[in-house]
């Protein structure tokens, strides 16, 4: 039962997740952590979050190799993405929580922690998702809308005072459904704003915001397409330059 599971940091599992987290063997980071790791913080607040890591490193392993991985297990599989991303000098911890128990007080304090354990600096985030944490008990007088929208206005203030880059993932409502199967082409492109499922007043606070799409041609070949929405303090982007496509 995946619920059973939450409020354990995937770190301390003593399965396939003591290795995506980047921390097997902690012995080799100690002088990193003396001269100040840099690192990414993962938190996940779905249930599917193994099956989806496992997914994720098996198309990190492709993607890197250029190759499948044939018979490695999955532990050999994420070992080997985990040696390859730490090429790049830093490292990732994943965290697993429960939306409805973790909001953004506990982000700033794991951020903290985090920090101080491992003698480092946390230089991103990704939030799987925002929409699923837990509200702060200082706005429970405001209606929802609002509520979530103070919630994302703290998350930025403290990204941006701490200097981390944090990314999340929005819902899109049923209109954005019903375009996604509509089968035009370059439908990433009709996405905006007043299809965020959960509070459009969520833009405001955010400098950036995209729309994504995996999209097949009409010779089907599929394509993960791009269409940036907005950029805080940008205003001279090209339009050919707010769309693009990788194969």
Same mark, same amino acid.
């Given at each position: 039962?995946?619920?059973?599971?939450?409020?354990?940091?995937?770190?301390?599992?003593?399965?396939?997740?003591?290795l *995506?987290?980047? /921390?097997?063997?902690?012995?080799?980071?100690?002088?990193?952590?003396?001269?100040? /790791?840099?690192?990414? /913080?993962?938190?996940?607040?779905?249930?599917?979050?193994? !099956?989806?890591?496992?997914?994720?490193?098996?198309?990190?392993y492709?993607?890197?190799?250029?190759?499948? *991985?044939?018979?490695?297990s999955?532990? #050999?599989?994420?070992?080997?993405?985990i040696?390859?991303f730490?090429?790049?000098?830093?490292?990732?911890?994943?965290?697993?929580?429960?939306?409805?128990?973790?909001?953004?007080?506990?982000?700033?304090?794991?951020? &903290?922690?985090?920090?101080?354990?491992?003698?480092?600096?946390?230089?991103?985030?990704?939030?799987?998702?925002?929409?699923?944490?837990?509200?702060? *008990?200082?706005?429970?007088?405001?209606?929802?809308?609002?509520?979530?929208?103070?919630?994302?206005e703290?998350?930025?203030n403290?990204? !941006?005072?701490? #200097?981390?880059?944090?990314?999340?993932?929005?819902?899109? &409502?049923t209109?954005?459904s019903?375009? +996604?199967v509509?089968?035009?082409?370059?439908?990433?492109?009709?996405?905006?704003?007043?299809? /965020?499922?959960?509070?459009?007043?969520?833009?405001?606070?955010?400098?950036?915001?995209?729309?994504?799409?995996?999209?097949?041609?009409?010779?089907?070949i599929?394509?993960?397409?791009?269409?940036? +929405?907005?950029?805080?303090?940008?205003?001279?982007? *090209?339009? #050919?330059?707010?769309?693009?496509?990788?194969?």
């Open positions: 039962n995946d619920r059973a599971d939450h409020g354990t940091d995937l770190e301390r599992r003593a399965d396939l997740l003591d *995506p987290v980047c /921390l097997r063997g902690d012995l080799d980071l100690v002088a990193v952590h003396q001269n100040g /790791l840099h690192f990414v /913080l993962f938190i996940s607040l779905e249930n599917e979050v193994q !099956a989806n890591l496992v997914d994720w490193y098996q198309k990190l492709r993607n890197a190799f250029k190759k499948d *991985p044939g018979d490695l999955n532990e #050999e599989i994420a070992e080997y993405v040696q390859e730490n090429k790049n000098g830093f490292r990732m911890i994943a965290k697993r929580r429960m939306g409805d128990s973790f909001g953004f007080h506990d982000y700033e304090k794991m951020v &903290d922690e985090e920090e101080k354990k491992y003698n480092g600096k946390v230089v991103a985030t990704i939030l799987d998702y925002v929409t699923l944490c837990s509200r702060c *008990p200082e706005d429970k007088d405001q209606n929802s809308a609002v509520q979530l929208q103070k919630l994302v703290r998350f930025h403290h990204t !941006a005072h701490h #200097e981390i880059f944090m990314m999340t993932g929005l819902q899109l &409502d209109n954005a019903q375009i +996604s509509s089968g035009k082409l370059n439908i990433v492109k009709q996405y905006g704003e007043f299809h /965020l499922s959960d509070c459009k007043g969520i833009r405001k606070e955010l400098d950036a915001m995209f729309f994504m799409e995996l999209e097949e041609n009409h010779r089907k599929k394509y993960l397409t791009m269409a940036w +929405s907005k950029h805080r303090y940008v205003n001279d982007t *090209p339009s #050919e330059d707010k769309y693009f496509a990788y194969r």
